[in-house]
C-alpha cells in the first residue's frame, strides 16, 4: 500500500499566498508594461483616492478666493472688498447663509463683524495672503535644502561637516523663535517678502534628507560612469543625481507646505506676521478671539480654512509618497484580486483534499 504523504497545512497556505502573490505583480506588470516611470508615477497618484479627493478639494478652495474677491487688478464676482464697511444686516451680524428646503446665500454668508465689514470677503483675502505665504515657503525652502543637502552629501568631508553643523545649529533654535525676530521686521511689507523671511529657517528639514539621498547615490554606478565620463561635479549632482531623489524631495515640500501655512498662521496669530492692513487667516483668528463666546462664526471659518488647505495638502503629499515609493504596489483592480482569490482558493482546497489510498489486493 503506497500513501503520499500530504503537505503541512500550514505550507499549503504559504504556497497558495506566494502564488496570489506572484499572481498579483505579473498583473500590475502587465498593466505598465511599456509606460515610463512618470506615467506608473501618475497611474499610482491618479488611483490614490485619498490624494486625488484633497487635489479636487484644495483647488476648488484656489478657485474660489481667486476669482471671488478677484486677485490684484483682477476683479472678481463678489460685490465687497474686504475693506468695505455696510449696515449689519442680522442681528449681531449672524451669517444669512441658510438651508430651509433650498440654500439660502444672502447679502452676508459668512455673516459681519462689528465693522459692518463683510466675513466672506476677509477669510477669502486672509486665504489667498496665507496660500502666498505657503507656495513660497514651499519654493524656496525646498531650493536652499536641495543645494544645500546635495552640496553636503556630494563633496563629504570637510564641506560636509560644515554644512551639517550649521544647520544643527538652526535646528536648536525654535523656529517659532526666529520666525516671530523675523516676522516682526518684514511682517508689514506683505506675504512675499514674509514667506521669503520664513524660508530662512524652515530649509533644514529638507537639507538632512537631500544629504541622506545623496550620500547614497554617491556610490551608485551611473556616478562613476559619468566622473569617467568627464562631467563636472554641478553636472553629477543635478543632472544625474538629483532626478532620482525627485520623489522624496517632492513628497516633503508637500509636508513642508503644509507645515508653512500652520506657521505663518501661529505668527499672525500672535501678532508676528501679517498685521493690517493686510490680513490672513490668522490676524482673522487674533482679531475675532474675543467674539468666541458671542459671535463664533467670526472665529469658525478662518479656522475651517486653515483645516482644508492642511488637511489637503497633507493627503496629497501622502499620495505622493505611495506613487514615488518603488515598494509600494500598486493595488490590482477589484475582479483581478477575485480571479486571483479563485485561484489561491482551488489551490488550497485541492492541495488539503484527503489522498486517495491504492491498495494493492492479490488474488
Not at 521686521?185 to 537631500?210: D, E, I, K, N, Q
Amino acid at each position: 500500500m503506497n500513501t503520499p504523504n500530504p503537505q503541512p497545512p500550514d505550507a499549503t497556505i504559504h504556497h497558495a499566498e506566494t502564488a496570489t502573490e506572484t499572481l498579483e505583480n505579473a498583473i500590475e506588470l502587465k498593466e505598465v508594461e511599456g509606460l515610463s516611470q512618470g506615467r506608473i508615477v501618475l497611474r499610482r497618484f491618479l488611483r490614490h483616492r485619498g490624494a486625488m479627493t484633497a487635489a479636487f478639494v484644495l483647488t476648488a478652495v484656489v478657485l474660489l478666493v481667486t476669482t471671488s474677491i478677484g486677485w490684484g487688478p483682477i476683479p472678481g464676482w463678489w460685490r465687497y472688498s474686504a475693506t468695505d464697511l455696510g449696515d449689519i444686516v442680522n442681528p449681531g451680524g449672524s451669517p444669512t447663509l441658510s438651508f430651509s428646503g433650498s440654500w439660502t446665500i444672502g447679502e452676508h454668508p459668512f455673516g459681519q463683524d462689528n465693522l459692518g465689514r463683510d466675513v466672506f470677503a476677509r477669510v477669502m483675502r486672509g486665504t489667498q495672503q496665507s496660500i502666498i505665504v505657503m507656495v513660497i515657503i514651499g519654493f524656496v525652502s525646498t531650493s536652499i535644502g536641495i543645494v544645500m543637502g546635495a552640496v553636503a552629501g556630494f563633496l563629504r568631508g570637510r564641506t560636509d561637516n560644515l554644512l551639517m553643523r550649521f544647520t544643527d545649529m538652526v535646528i536648536t533654535i525654535p523656529v517659532i523663535m526666529i520666525g516671530a525676530i523675523l516676522g516682526h521686521w518684514v511682517g508689514r511689507a506683505g506675504p512675499v517678502l514674509l514667506g521669503f523671511a520664513l524660508s530662512m529657517v524652515t530649509w533644514t528639514s529638507m537639507a538632512r534628507l537631500v544629504r541622506g539621498e545623496f550620500l547614497s547615490l554617491r556610490e551608485r554606478e551611473f556616478v562613476d560612469a559619468a566622473r569617467v565620463a568627464g562631467a563636472s561635479n554641478v553636472r553629477i549632482m543635478f543632472k544625474h543625481m538629483l532626478p532620482n531623489a525627485i520623489g522624496v524631495i517632492i513628497v516633503n515640500t508637500t509636508l513642508l507646505m503644509a507645515s508653512a501655512i500652520l506657521l505663518e498662521t501661529a505668527l499672525s496669530y500672535l501678532g508676528f506676521g501679517i498685521r493690517s492692513p493686510n490680513v490672513s487667516l490668522g490676524t482673522l483668528i487674533s482679531e475675532y478671539q474675543t467674539a468666541f463666546a458671542t459671535r463664533p462664526w467670526l472665529f469658525w471659518w478662518p479656522g475651517l480654512f486653515i483645516v482644508v488647505i492642511a488637511l489637503c495638502v497633507n493627503f496629497i503629499g501622502d499620495g505622493l509618497r505611495d506613487a514615488f515609493d518603488p515598494r509600494q504596489r500598486r493595488i490590482p483592480s477589484q475582479r483581478s484580486m477575485d480571479r486571483a482569490s479563485d485561484r489561491a482558493a482551488r489551490r488550497v482546497q485541492g492541495a488539503t483534499r484527503e489522498p486517495k489510498v491504492i491498495t494493492d489486493v492479490g488474488t
